[in-house]
């Protein structure tokens, strides 16, 4: 394992010694430093390429230990196809495929040459590479206290080299800030529940006052008094009380309504009283990751110093059946005064979230609300771990996001609501039910949250197949993949900052 433990950017230079990357175009069209740098190669590049298959094709290297001729202890040399192709996602790919190639390499020290025929890379691309790279190197270790030779960490210092580095170190402060919010989610969301109580997950986000966010936290008595009853019957059957944290980021200016992140925070689901089979269950302790993708995207946001006011809410519980948990049949009453009747306890995100949303848009007056929540299992039916579903009153702002989405790398796809989905949770015991059974399940989760979201322009994010389990790729190995805060971030960026 390689540890990232430095970034640095230095001015484009050929280097000399140690290990080096290289890009090229298909067809092995190089950039002017990286021809210096094969200049001396003995036989030319030409020749090791031709040996090797490697034409400078996307997504493909070569590796040349002990260059003969150069002074390097390698020339690593990296494909790009097409450089006018490349799109800023496969910057940060790369990034990423270059980190685990010096990491198989046990590289300590790196120059990257970011160069390219008849092109300057720009700062931004020079820092989506580097972001790329430290999301890549990202493992979940701290609780290995035994590791085998292969396992252990391994310092790598890696150096890019730019035209520009004044404006790449600019583009990374940013970019890193991005990064670091994502690694912070990866890492709540990866965090075994013992660890990771409601109250441990609440001084998590207490210490994003470190950035300048104002952290209020209520907790039990303070809900009560609040009267919300629907978080507060998920938490029953714990003996870990809940909490809802509140974070305020006010870059923006004063009195501009504020854009809300509202997260479903279940620190861990059993089911409650409807409990779930023992199977996979231990994936439930990332039940929480929609509170973790609200708590990384503002630390993204907070870190970069980001001209708008950015609200995150979340609603810290722990699912658990006991003498004392609720029951189905169990009718609660909201803080919004809407009765709810409680089919199956395991529909619980549902339930935290109504009163979490309620509360946002009564206390903060949003100019939009954004909840991102595990919430169903059906998510994974329709969509798998590709794509999170997104659901709206609100044309523009599902625009919005489809748009950040693209930007940001973050895919998302959008599912309906109507009129006719909302009567499926109508039940003549109370004003609405947890549950509207199987069909459409992912559906009638969203018409649930929407009567809470009361008229705001709100967008409902599922991301039960996203965070968490999803396919390894270039930019993340981890089971927790961080996902939201890069598209949080983009979307206050695109459309509420300045
Ligand atoms: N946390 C689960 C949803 C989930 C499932 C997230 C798989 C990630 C992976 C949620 O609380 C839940 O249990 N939903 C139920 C709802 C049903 C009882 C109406 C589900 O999806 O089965
Ligand atoms: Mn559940
Ligand atoms: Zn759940």
């Known amino acids: 394992m390689t540890k990232l433990s430095k970034m640095s950017f230095s001015k484009a230079a050929a280097p000399k010694a140690g290990v080096a990357v290289i890009l090229t175009g298909e067809g092995l069209s190089l950039g002017p430093l990286a021809e210096e740098v ?3 190669l003995e036989g030319g590049l030409k020749r090791s390429a031709g040996i090797a298959g490697f034409s400078g094709k996307k997504k493909t290297s070569m590796d040349l230990v002990a260059p003969a001729g150069l002074g390097l202890d390698r020339l690593i040399v990296f494909g790009l196809g097409k450089l006018e192709d490349m799109t800023s ?10 980190l685990a190639e010096l990491q198989k390499a046990k590289a300590d020290t790196a120059t990257v040459l970011l160069d390219a025929p008849e092109t300057t890379i720009a700062a931004a691309t020079a820092a989506e590479f580097a972001m790329g790279a430290k999301l890549r190197a990202y493992a979940f270790d701290a609780y290995k206290t035994k590791k085998k030779d292969e396992e252990k960490t391994k310092d790598l210092k890696l150096t890019l080299s730019v035209a520009d580095p004044k404006a790449a170190k600019k583009a990374w402060g940013s970019a890193e800030a991005i990064a670091d919010g994502v690694l912070l989610a990866r890492d709540l969301v990866n965090e075994p529940p013992n660890v990771l109580g ?8 207490k210490e994003l006052e470190s950035l300048g966010v104002e952290v209020e936290i209520l907790g039990e008595k303070e809900m009560k008094k609040l ?26 200016k004063k009195g501009t309504a504020p854009v809300a992140l509202v997260g479903k925070g279940v620190v861990f689901d059993t089911g409650g009283i409807s409990i779930k089979p023992a199977a996979g269950m231990e994936d439930m302790k990332g039940d929480m990751g929609g509170a973790a993708a609200v708590v990384g995207a503002m630390h993204a946001i907070a870190g970069r ?20 948990a609720q029951r189905p049949g169990d009718i609660v009453t909201a803080m919004s005064g809407t009765t709810i009747e409680i089919l199956n306890t395991d529909a619980e995100g549902r339930l935290v979230l109504a009163d979490a949303l309620w509360y946002t848009q009564q206390k903060y007056k949003p100019a939009i609300m954004i909840d991102l ?7 994974l039916v329709a969509l798998g771990n590709l794509n999170a579903g997104l659901f709206s009153n609100n044309d523009e702002l599902a625009d919005k996001l489809l748009a950040s989405s693209k930007a940001s790398g973050e895919p998302l796809w959008r599912l309906p609501l109507s009129k006719d989905y909302d009567k499926i949770i109508d039940t003549p015991n109370a004003d609405v039910k947890n549950t509207g059974g199987r069909w459409a399940g992912s559906i009638t989760a969203a018409q649930f949250l929407q009567r809470f979201a009361n008229d705001v322009p709100w967008a409902h994010l599922d991301i039960a197949g996203t965070a968490f389990g999803a396919p390894k790729d270039d930019i993340c190995q981890s089971w927790a993949s961080g996902y939201g805060v890069r598209l949080l971030n983009q979307l206050v960026a695109d459309h509420y900052e300045g």
């Open 89 to 98: 996602d496969d910057w940060r790919a790369l990034g990423g495929a270059v």
């Open 227 to 252: 009267k919300m009853a629907a978080l507060l019957g998920v938490a029953q059957g714990s003996t870990r009380p809940p909490q809802l944290a509140v974070m305020r980021w006010n870059g923006g």
């Open 198 to 205: 409601p109250v441990e997950f609440a001084g998590k986000a």
């Open 305 to 324: 110093k980001a001209k708008a006011n950015v609200i995150g809410v979340i609603g810290l519980v722990e699912n658990m059946p006991d003498g004392n």
């Open 373 to 379: 929540a595990t919430l169903t299992g059906a998510v």
């Open 38 to 40: 094969v200049a001396g």
